[in-house]
């Protein structure tokens, strides 16, 4: 699994600072399993892959905590909609006085192929507006981790953000999953 590859690498270290992961995408039924919520199914997946529960309220988001081996992660899904996302992950990173070398956030990315998954140490936000937010409340720092999930670019003219908030078709949605888990 490409998290616990991540956590494997020696970016952890014996210290028992957790981690924080980050899912953006939207709230609500009627953005359930849209290429934009991509970030959220994965914290999902993941959370439910650990066993980890997703039953509190932190912050602004959707809440979870848990080890994964012996590491303590911290799940979140802010639940400000994604274009204010950072008023959920700025105020849980310090709240757990992390600093943002502690931080992952998963998101969507159509500068990738569909399925395709890239770890980034640090970086701009690409145009990504959930990124933009979160970088704006972590006052311009871009030093945390992001994992691009790449859900493809839209058919022809179609106007990008409705294709953003089109569901997957079955076959990508599994490759999606597939990938991170």
Request: charged letters at 20%; one cysteine or more; proline letters at 6%.
């Amino acid at each position: 699994m490409l998290i616990n590859r991540f956590l494997r690498r020696g970016f952890c270290t014996a210290v028992a600072r957790p981690w924080l992961f980050v899912g953006l995408g939207n709230p609500g039924d009627k953005y359930k399993g849209t290429r934009h919520n991509v970030g959220f199914e994965m914290i999902d997946a993941f959370a439910e892959s650990q066993g980890i529960s997703m039953n509190t309220v932190h912050c602004k988001a959707t809440f979870g905590q848990g080890f994964v081996g012996d590491a303590p992660v911290l799940l979140a899904k802010p639940q400000t909609y994604m274009n204010l996302s950072g008023e959920s992950t700025g105020p849980l990173a310090a709240y757990y006085k992390l600093p943002l070398n502690r931080v992952l956030v998963f998101h969507d990315d159509m500068g990738l192929p569909c399925g395709v998954l890239r770890l980034r140490h640090n970086g701009g936000h690409g145009g990504h507006n959930g990124l933009k937010s979160v970088m704006n409340n972590f006052r311009g720092n871009r030093e945390f981790a992001r994992l691009r999930i790449g859900i493809g670019r839209p058919p022809g003219q179609m106007d990008p953000k409705a294709f953003l908030l089109q569901k997957f078709n079955a076959i990508a949605r599994e490759r999606e999953l597939n990938n991170i888990l």
